[in-house]
């Protein structure tokens, strides 16, 4: 039994490098693909937004000299090119998928809205939303949000190279210990850093409950959607 119809999935660019130092694994591609195929064969419609870290950040752009909205564009470009990568390994695997584009380019993918994204959605067909939000200043959680919203989602999943949201950042504290609900309050009480404060506020207006989990485990995604309690609930 799956507990969510339809979910925004987030996954980040940076995790896509697997180990490498740069760009695109194709090993952890394949594995995201089918975790994503093994939900939507069980009739769950998803939407996913994908970082592009693995390539290009704005900010990193602007400390070394760059135009910061140049930068940004590059980093907007980075996740199509991420968004393409996902989607042909998507297709690899005969799961249907088109990629919509926050900033006009066809033919690469067809320029988003929110019609289209419902009418692909509603057809079984993962759709990813590329280009982030198409604005400069923002980041691809905050585009996450966004679209979770638009397209009304049950849910927006973060999937990471965490488990979970923690009193700290678990990447630099080892005593830092793990939540398994925090309320959007709590996470600007205690200035925890797992997602940007705009798509943090942007979810809590609007009552899109977001799940941090691990997603480079096999099957995480699957228990999720299942209702398993792993990873943290973040709820108003
Ligand atoms: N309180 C916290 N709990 C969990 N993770 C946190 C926390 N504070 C910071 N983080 C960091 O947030 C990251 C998850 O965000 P994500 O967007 O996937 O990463 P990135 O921005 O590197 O692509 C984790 O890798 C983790 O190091
Ligand atoms: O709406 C958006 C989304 C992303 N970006 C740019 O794209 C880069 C890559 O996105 P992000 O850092 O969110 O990727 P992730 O951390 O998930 O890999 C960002 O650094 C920004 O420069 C942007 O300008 N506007």
Redesign the pocket.
């Given at each position: 039994m799956v507990k969510y119809k339809r979910v925004l999935l987030k996954l980040?660019?940076?995790?896509l490098m697997g180990d490498q130092q740069y760009g695109i694994d194709s090993q952890r591609l394949s594995e995201y693909a089918e975790q994503i195929k093994e939900i939507a064969d069980l009739g769950v419609q998803v939407g996913i937004v994908i970082?592009g870290?693995n390539i290009f950040r704005g900010l990193s752009g602007a400390a070394k000299g760059f135009d910061r909205v140049k930068g940004d564009s590059m980093g907007m470009l980075a996740t199509v090119i991420n968004s393409l990568a996902l989607n042909s390994a998507l297709e690899a695997i005969q799961c249907k998928s088109r990629v919509l584009t926050a900033i006009r380019m066809e033919p690469i993918g067809e320029f988003y809205s929110k019609q289209k994204a419902v009418d692909y959605l509603s057809q079984g067909c993962v759709t990813i939303f590329s280009a982030g939000t198409g604005n400069p200043y923002f980041t691809t959680?905050t585009g996450s949000s966004l679209r979770g919203i638009e397209i009304e989602a049950d849910v927006m999943l973060k999937g990471?190279?965490?488990d979970g949201?923690?009193t700290?950042?678990?990447?630099k504290d080892s005593t830092a210990t793990k939540f398994e609900t925090i309320t959007f309050d709590e996470i600007y009480h205690k200035d925890?850093?797992?997602m940007d404060l705009t798509a943090t506020t942007m979810c809590k207006e609007n009552n899109l409950p977001i799940i941090v989990f691990d997603m480079d485990t096999k099957g995480n995604l699957k228990q999720v959607i299942e209702g398993e309690n792993i990873g943290t609930l973040v709820h108003n």
């Open positions: 980040s660019g940076e995790s970082g870290g959680d990471t190279r965490v949201i923690y700290a950042d678990p990447e925890l850093r797992v």
